[in-house]
Structure formats: C-alpha cells, structure tokens
C-alpha cells in the first residue's frame, strides 16, 4: 500500500528532525534546536522526500546519525567503544540502505584527520581504532560488494543504475541547455535549497528545470 510507505516516509523524516534537534541541543544549547527544527521542516528537499515512496527518507535519518555519531566521536577526548560500535553499525545499515552513503566516508576520514589534528593531536590510539572501526564495516557489508561484482561486474552497481533509464551527467545537461558551470550550479542549488515541488513539475521546460529562487514564483 503506497499510503502506508509514504505514512512511514513521513515518520522517519519525523525522526530525522528530532534527532538533529536532540544532538544540536546537546552538544551547542538549545538555542540552536528552534532556528534548526524548522529549517529542517520547511527545507522542500526534505518535505518532498519525506512523503515518497523511497528509501531516501530512511537513508536521511541513516546519515544523520552517521554525521552525528562521528563528531561525537571526532570531538571526545577519549574514544568511547560504544559510539564507535554505534557508529559502525549506522554507517553499516546505510550502505545496505543506499550505497550513496558511501560519499560520506571520505569527509568523516578528513574532518576526523583535521580536528584530532589541530586540538588533542592526531594519535595513534584513535586512527588505529578509527581504521578498525572502518575494516569492520567493510567485513560486515562484504556480502553484498560480492554480490554486486558477481552480479553486474561491478560492487557498486552503477551499471544498474545507467541501464534503468535515462541518466545525464552535469556535462550534458550544460551543452543541452546552453549552461555555464557556474549556471549549472546556480539551478542545482535553487533545485535543491528552494524549489524541489517545481523541479519536479510536469510543465516545467528544460532551460528553467530547476525553477525560481523561490517555489512557484513566475509560474
């Protein structure tokens, strides 16, 4: 039933709010939460995608706790194994959630690097327990790398991905529509900060795919 996945949709999107306004409140005061809350509830991206028929409501409440569990880990002073395990097993279920979860290693692996970095220093202690954080991950999602290559040759099945439908990268979208890349740029973060219901409207042409600064604005 198409309803109630979208009523679950709605609900982990829920969640997702609540749980960046508990850790926010948390770790700055909760003077942030207010401000925070609802600009996560407003924000259309995360509107839209709460009341679709998708996994991407689930990875967004994934992924906010991947980000939250690593700086709670990045900013103690002494490495806590239960934050770790927590954040292994979040990082864990979103890959077998959406490999797009994916991107966000790198930027863990870099702001842990400059933070421990410029404050407590970078020890050996924490990238050793860092890295085997990591190896666990790749042990626990093995299953499904090898599934991918056996598969489509390919662990992180982006051949599957083009063979579904059309799939046009940022290049040809600019020779398309006669963009720049700074134009490009421009409409990808109205699309995405401002105007996702108009993105998405069947009318909309090509050269205004991403619409006006603001929703609905000259239509």
């Known amino acids: 039933d198409f309803l109630v996945i979208r009523l679950l949709s ?3 999107a829920g969640v997702t709010v609540a749980y960046c306004c508990k850790w926010i409140g948390t770790q700055f005061g909760d003077d942030f939460v207010r401000p925070l809350g609802a600009f996560l509830c407003v924000l259309p991206v995360q509107a839209q995608l709460g009341g679709a028929v998708s996994n991407d409501a689930l990875t ?3 992924c906010a ?3 939250g569990e690593a700086l709670t880990v990045i900013r103690s002073n002494d490495i806590q194994l239960c934050a770790l395990l927590v954040l292994g097993a979040a990082i864990t279920v979103g890959l077998y959630t959406k490999l797009t979860v994916l991107q966000l290693l790198p930027w863990l692996v870099i702001v842990a690097a400059v933070y421990k970095f410029k404050t407590t220093g970078l020890t050996v202690k924490f990238c050793s327990q860092f890295a085997m954080m990591l ?3 790749g042990i626990l999602t093995a299953p499904m790398w090898l599934r991918n290559l056996s598969l489509y040759a390919d662990p992180l099945a982006r051949t ?3 063979a579904t439908g059309p799939n046009f990268s940022p290049a040809d979208i600019e020779k398309v529509a006669g963009w720049s890349h700074a134009d490009y740029i421009r409409q990808v973060a109205v699309r995405s900060l401002a ?3 108009y993105f998405v ?3 909309t042409p090509l050269s205004r795919f991403a619409g006006e ?3 609905f604005v000259g239509i």
Do not use: K
């Open 135 to 137: 190896v666990g991950v």
């Open 60 to 62: 967004h409440l994934i």
């Open 65 to 67: 706790i991947i980000i």
């Open 10 to 12: 709605a609900v982990l």
């Open 195 to 197: 105007s996702f219901w």
């Open 201 to 203: 409207h069947p009318n």
């Open 160 to 162: 599957i991905y083009v």
């Open 213 to 215: 600064p603001l929703p």
